[in-house]
């Protein structure tokens, strides 16, 4: 089945320092990739997405590109800032006309960026 | 244009209750998901309605059961409720079939 892993938290930087959270994944076909925040007590925002091989996604300063030979899509933004503080969940989606598609999450990676 | 919201917020629950959680999705969107994140973890895919009919369903016992009306909104009712129900749920709509899906803000419900 489709398994998302996220690197192990959680990290702790300080303002304007370089961000990078590592992701990979195991799919069969050709999933769309996502990484999605949330701050506290609050629900999902999707942060960026890549939909085929090579592709980036980007947003806020935030970066990720699709590497299927690595069966990777890390997470990158070269400073962080103090709002940025969340938690950050790596997923795959799987499409299926037959079924639809269902979203497949990492554990996320708590940051915390301090001034 | 509004987004996903749910109903309640939170709520507290007595072990071996019944619970009806409520789902509007965001306008223009056909398909609704839902998602149990218990505390610390990632979000795990419950089942997902496409036109009033489930579409697809992960690993949840049958006491989860869900709806969703000619308006697109959803239901997610759990019986006979655990304390491993303990969580944040979370409804996502999308225009079709799942492709891209937008969260709300979830329910937390505490069952004790």
């Known amino acids: 089945g489709n398994s998302v892993t996220q690197m192990e938290g959680p990290v702790t930087l300080s303002e304007e320092a370089f961000l990078t959270i590592n992701c990979t994944y195991t799919?069969?076909?050709?999933?769309?990739l996502f990484w999605y925040v949330q701050y506290p007590g609050e629900g999902l925002q999707l942060l960026l997405k890549?939909?085929?091989?090579?592709d980036k996604g980007s947003n806020k300063g935030f970066e990720a590109t699709y590497r299927k030979e690595t069966t990777s899509f890390h997470l990158e933004k070269g400073s962080v800032q103090v709002s940025d503080s969340a938690v950050y969940f790596c997923?795959?989606?799987?499409?299926?006309?037959?079924?639809?598609?269902?979203?497949?999450f990492g554990e996320g990676t708590q940051l915390t960026v301090n001034p | 244009e509004t987004g996903v919201t749910q109903s309640p917020t939170h709520l507290i629950k007595t072990r071996g209750q019944q619970v009806t959680l409520r789902c509007s999705s965001q306008?223009?969107?056909?398909?609704v998901s839902w998602y149990q994140q218990a505390l610390g973890q990632g979000p795990q895919f419950i089942f997902q309605?496409?036109?009033?009919?489930?579409?697809g369903r992960g690993n949840f016992p049958p006491r989860f059961s869900g709806l969703q009306f000619p308006n697109y909104s959803s239901e997610l009712n759990v019986n006979a409720l655990e304390l491993d129900d303990s969580a944040l749920y979370l409804c996502?709509?999308?225009?079709?079939?799942?492709?891209?899906?937008?969260f709300g803000q979830g329910t937390r419900l505490t069952v004790v």
């Open positions: 996502a709509s999308s225009p079709y079939l799942g492709r891209e899906a937008f």
């Open positions: 799919a069969t076909g050709y999933p769309s």
């Open positions: 890549a939909t085929k091989a090579d």
């Open positions: 997923a795959l989606s799987d499409f299926k006309e037959t079924s639809g598609s269902r979203l497949t």
């Open positions: 306008s223009g969107h056909n398909t």
């Open positions: 309605y496409y036109r009033e009919e489930e579409n």
